[in-house]
């Protein structure tokens, strides 16, 4: 039986006022590159709670349509129960970051991410101002 590794890591992005969605893939594979880990798993989860992970086709067709998709999921212009508190505008980035989701597994096979031909990792921002983010990577495997 071999023996299990792991691996930590933390991407740094900045990201525009939301939906901003930015590539992170290639960001990601350097991690597991670093890591030596050849098959196993990456885990990654975004900090805080107005941005979110997901994988999409990063091309900006797709990039408009899943803009549009979120804002239509939870607009902006809404009224939401967080204003009556902070009055910070950004109830909808909360909303949508919930919905999106702050974390993705993927996994690893000889040594790289195992993903589709036209499948990227994608950090998102969803708050109403630029924000800086970090995003923990943690892996785990076999090399």
Known sequence: MKNILHYYGTIEVSLKTGPDIIDITDKLSSLVERSAIKNG????????????????EHEPGVVADLKEAVNRLAPQDLSYQHELTWHDGNGHSHVQAALMGPSINLPVRAGELKLGAWQQVVAINHDNRPRKRNIEVTLFGTS
């Open 41 to 56: 798993m990456a885990s990654a989860f975004m900090v805080g709670s107005t941005g979110s992970l997901t994988t999409i």
